[in-house]
């Protein structure tokens, strides 16, 4: 971040300035064919009228945006999340998709990405995206165990998966990347391994794997308060995660995030925006964005969304210095690269570093961080138990205060 | 047509009538008080709304009143004769039976109030024995008559039966209507007399009670038994030989009022320039430096705290915090007892005696209201007496400073005398809790028909933790209990020591019964493994009584602690997440390479002793 916004961060930011600072923006879309069992999203059925009346409240958000951010240049990035962003009719979407970049326009060589169901991906889908102008497709392939799918409760079969990826090639998308699930209850430990190999055979560019996690809100949550769900074991978590990484590196791909392996060229730059904390903005429900040092969500329910188009209700997430430091530090760790303690200090003040000095050195000390070319990073015990040691890290309001250093006494004039 | 009081020493006190106002709790005494301050003009009648004698928070919410209060009223009968009634007001809780009895003291008379729905309890009786120990003439009252569920008949003849005295002589009133209470005060008037003492003889007063106000230092309350007092005398204490310049006194109505002069058989206030209440002593004699009275008042002791507890902050930068809190709550709390205490495991604290289990749960509460402060309390022991092997028998309050079982010949721990109310249909559970705590039968009467009054000898020790609420919830909440300090006898007690990863945490240590050990130790240990959250290392968590392991329980080691996802909507709550548990790590205690929450401590209160 700049030294001026920085100044601006830290002072407790209330505007969201003029957007010189945009480099990214997400949209979200939020319908679903049918809820997997792991998700707690706010999600709803897709069916006419309402998608496009939701496309048009995002036309409107967007809108008010660009008047609000003047000084927004070309996007970086663009990302469709949801929900299932496949499930809108390719030509609604591409209608969508070009009316959107005529308020916010693409850099050249920008990343624009899109999430989708491996069932949905046939040709039809595919040619429309393409000559919208995605380039990079993330496929929600979760997992290539036929059971394991129907207890997700997803929409597709093993085949399909692998078929979605080859189609996506074929229709001249080099920028695929593949989502997959790891310890889905039940799925044994060599059908997994199987799966893993044959997508990284497949020739795509990019892998996620993600911890299956129980969350509240989800039917998995549910079921585990009920006390009938049986979560999987973490010594066979530990196995398979590690199993993954060293496969995953093995074949090409550099294990850039906790959760993200990429081949050379091929990291996710929309997300690689939020874990180095740029300003991203952010259009329907749900959806975080944040400028000028101002984090906002926009409020969840679909119909207020739609019935107010181009105003949606939104929280603000107001961050003091210590907040803001907390999420320097445990989204810098993130990734593999770590944290710089010089750019940290340039940034919040020496103090931080007086401030995380002890906590350091007893994750240190555990073996979960190490000490690289100058950076600070999670070593590979410190990635299952990263939580732990970003608990160790977080800084309560008041805790850089305590540790500034004390000023220096005003000399007596002579 | 009213005449005024008189002024001369001796008529005046012929007019005065010292009394208090005693019951078992709830059965309605602060109202009755605020009644009667009403109906004798001392309060109008909106502020007799609230209950004004009760005036800190925590009083008002528990329903008792813990500081004995002074009121001095003034009644004109229907003949307009004036009398002066002082009302004392008496803590009502077990714990604080000292101060009952000094109050008790400066009083000729008492009105014993019976609920009428609730008839005669535990505290009934031993209120009312503590009132005739002092020769008071006792005044029994039947109040809540106003209640559908007042059984007026049966506890008239009750009440009656117990003081005496002939049906028809018990008054009925409802405090909170006000209906029967005119008549109460004639009939006490009637039956309670006046003080005696000659307001020429040298100078001999009780100190019922003491207050310490910021601007004016402490306020001792007394009761002039002989002599007189005013300002410029200089007075003399009796139990320390301590003299001070009387600078004011004066009687209370509800705020201090001064006069010239305070005569014997009086109930006022004198302001002397003392600095704390431990230099005026409940119960000690007040008199004259040059000439003093010829024997103190008899009652005086010093107040011996019965039950102990570690206290420490729970965050070791707010010691200093704790330390001043503790001095400021003693200066007005004689019986607050602390010393500085050091722990392995939580710092630096104090070990703090109290009266009993009410005495330290107040106490807690202001300390984390008041000074907004988080404690760390260890599990509530008692004084045990030990004679060991080799030297002299010593007394020991705190687990850790119990010696090696090796060089112990005997221990011996303090049992009470309880005595316990509750209807028939209970008589089994509640024996059978007595018994699981050790108890020794006296005895059992029926008190009516349907009640039962039985008598045990019980362990102290065993009745600390919980035994009022587990005896609570046997009886659906019916039975009441009241007990007294009676003698030491030995035991076969041990120390069970809980050691994490082979560190032994001293504030978890708990002295318990030979028999019980191995029950304790188990739940303790299967408690612990159930708050203790998981670390970086496998905890081995072990009971133990000297290096005899009894029960041991394991915590596996953390695997996993990660976040799949984190992207632009998940930085906010994932931030927020962290912050909490960052925050509930900063109230953890360590011990060792252990992580232990506070609530852990507290969790070791709530085992069943009972083993069940």
Request: proline share 5%; net charge negative.
């Amino acid at each position: 971040m700049g030294a001026d916004l920085a100044r601006a961060t830290l002072a407790g930011a209330t505007d969201r300035g003029r957007g010189a600072d945009v480099r990214g923006l997400y949209v979200h879309i939020p319908f679903c064919a049918r809820r997997c069992n792991f998700c707690d999203f706010v999600t709803g059925p897709e069916r006419p009228g309402r998608t496009e009346a939701y496309l048009d409240a995002l036309l409107a958000e967007a809108r008010a945006e660009r008047g609000a951010f003047p000084d927004a240049p070309p996007l970086e990035t663009l990302f469709l999340g949801g929900g299932t962003p496949s499930l809108v009719a390719p030509t609604l979407l591409a209608r969508f998709l070009r009316e959107l970049r005529e308020i916010f326009p693409l850099a050249p060589g920008a990343e624009a990405s899109l999430e989708a169901n491996p069932e949905d991906l046939d040709d039809e889908h595919l040619a429309a995206y393409a000559a919208a102008g995605i380039n990079r497709l993330s496929i929600g392939i979760q997992s290539f165990d036929a059971d394991s799918l129907a207890a997700l409760n997803r929409g597709h079969t093993p085949d399909q998966g692998i078929a979605a990826i080859g189609r996506s090639s074929a229709a001249g998308f080099q920028n695929v990347s593949v989502d997959l699930l790891l310890g889905v209850p039940g799925e044994r430990e060599e059908r997994f391994l199987a799966g893993l190999d044959r997508v990284l055979a497949e020739g795509i560019a990019h892998l996620s794997v993600y911890a299956l996690t129980i969350e509240e809100k989800s039917v998995y949550g549910r079921l585990a308060r009920a006390g009938r769900f049986a979560e999987s074991s973490d010594a066979r978590f530990e196995r398979l995660y590690y199993a993954t990484l060293d496969r995953a590196e093995g074949a090409g791909f550099e294990p850039y995030e906790i959760s993200n392996f990429a081949r050379e060229g091929r990291r996710a730059r929309h997300n690689l925006l939020y874990w180095r904390r740029a300003s991203v903005l952010a259009l329907g429900v749900g959806a975080v964005g944040t400028a000028g040092g101002v984090r906002w969500r926009n409020a969840s329910s679909i119909e207020r969304y739609v019935r107010r188009p181009g105003s949606p209700d939104r929280e603000r997430d107001d961050r003091g210095p210590d907040a803001l430091a907390t999420e320097a530090l445990f989204l810098g760790l993130r990734l593999r690269e770590g944290i710089d303690p010089a750019a940290l200090a340039a940034e919040f003040g020496r103090e931080i570093l007086a401030a995380i000095a002890a906590p350091i050195e007893r994750v240190r000390a555990r073996g979960l961080v190490e000490e690289a070319r100058g950076r600070i990073r999670l070593t590979r015990a410190g990635l299952l138990l990263s939580d732990a040691v970003f608990r160790e890290l977080t800084l309560l309001p008041g805790d850089l205060a305590r540790h500034a250093a004390p000023i220096e006494p005003v000399r007596a004039l002579a | 047509m009213s005449t005024p009081l008189p002024t001369d020493a001796h008529a005046l006190r012929e007019r005065i009538r010292n009394f208090c106002i005693i019951a078992h709790i709830d059965h309605g005494k602060s109202t009755l008080a605020d009644r009667l301050l009403e109906l004798t003009g001392t309060l109008t009648t909106l502020e007799a709304q609230g209950q004004v004698l009760d005036s800190m928070d925590l009083e008002q919410e528990r329903g008792i009143t813990i500081k004995a209060h002074a009121i001095r009223m003034e009644w004109r009968g229907a003949d307009g004769v004036p009398f002066v009634l002082n009302l004392i007001d008496t803590p009502g809780h077990v714990d604080f039976s000292y101060e009952v009895s000094r109050s008790l003291a400066a009083c000729e008379g008492a009105i014993l109030v019976v609920d009428a729905s609730q008839g005669i309890e535990a505290q009934t009786l031993s209120n009312f024995y503590l009132a005739l120990e002092h020769d008071l003439a006792i005044v029994a009252v039947v109040n809540k008559i106003d209640l559908p569920s007042a059984r007026v008949a049966d506890v008239r003849h009750e009440a009656a039966h117990l003081t005496g005295c002939e049906e028809d002589e018990v008054p009925l009133v409802s405090a909170k209507t006000g209906q029967g209470v005119r008549d109460l005060i004639e009939t006490m008037i009637a039956r309670i007399p006046p003080p005696s003492g000659d307001s020429d003889a040298p100078l001999r007063a009780l100190i019922f009670d003491s207050k310490f106000d910021q601007f004016r230092g402490v306020m001792t309350y007394v009761r002039l038994m002989e002599g007189s007092v005013r300002a410029g005398d200089r007075i003399m204490l009796y139990s320390t030989g301590k003299s001070f310049e009387v600078t004011e006194v004066g009687i209370f109505r509800l705020k201090p009022i001064p006069r010239e002069v305070l005569h014997a058989g009086e109930v006022g206030y004198i302001l002397a320039g003392m600095r704390e209440v431990n230099d005026a002593k409940m119960g000690d004699t007040v008199t004259l430096a040059e000439r003093p009275c010829a024997e103190p008042l008899p009652g005086y002791r010093e107040a011996k705290p019965m039950v102990f507890s570690g206290v420490y902050p729970a965050d070791t930068a707010d010691y200093d915090v704790l330390r001043d809190a503790l001095g400021k709550l003693r200066l007005n709390d004689a019986a607050l007892a602390y010393e500085p205490e050091t722990s392995s495991a939580l710092g630096f604290g104090f070990r703090c005696g109290f009266l009993g289990l009410l005495h330290m749960e107040i106490v807690q509460e202001r300390l984390e209201r008041e000074y907004n402060l988080n404690l760390i309390m260890t599990v509530p022991s008692v004084i045990y007496r030990i004679r060991p092997t080799a030297g002299e028998m010593f007394e020991v309050s705190n687990p850790t400073k119990f010696p090696p079982a090796g060089d112990i010949e005997s221990v011996a721990e303090p049992f009470v005398k309880a005595q316990l109310i509750l209807p028939a249909e209970f008589i089994g559970n509640v024996m059978k809790i007595c018994q699981e705590r050790r108890g020794v039968h006296i005895g059992m009467h029926y008190i009516d028909q349907n009640r039962v009054n039985i008598g045990y000898y019980l362990p102290l020790g065993e009745i600390v933790l919980d035994f009022y609420d587990k005896l609570k919830s046997v009886s659906k909440g019916y039975a009441s209990f009241d007990y007294e300090l009676a003698d030491y006898r030995e035991s076969d007690l041990v120390r069970l020591d809980l050691v994490l990863n082979g560190d032994r945490v001293d504030p978890l240590s708990v002295i318990v019964h030979a028999d019980k050990a191995y029950d304790w130790g188990r739940e303790l240990a299967k408690k612990l493994k159930t708050l203790i959250p998981k670390q970086m290392y496998a905890v081995a968590i072990q009971a133990a009584i000297g290096s005899k392991v009894i029960a041991r329980e394991t915590i596996s080691a953390m695997r996993k602690d990660v976040t799949a996802k984190c992207y632009g909507g998940d930085i906010t709550r994932k931030r927020k997440l962290l912050e909490k548990q960052k925050e509930g790590k900063r109230r953890m205690k360590q011990v060792g390479t252990v992580e232990i929450p506070q609530e852990a401590f507290l969790a070791v209160l709530r085992i069943d002793s009972g083993g069940s």
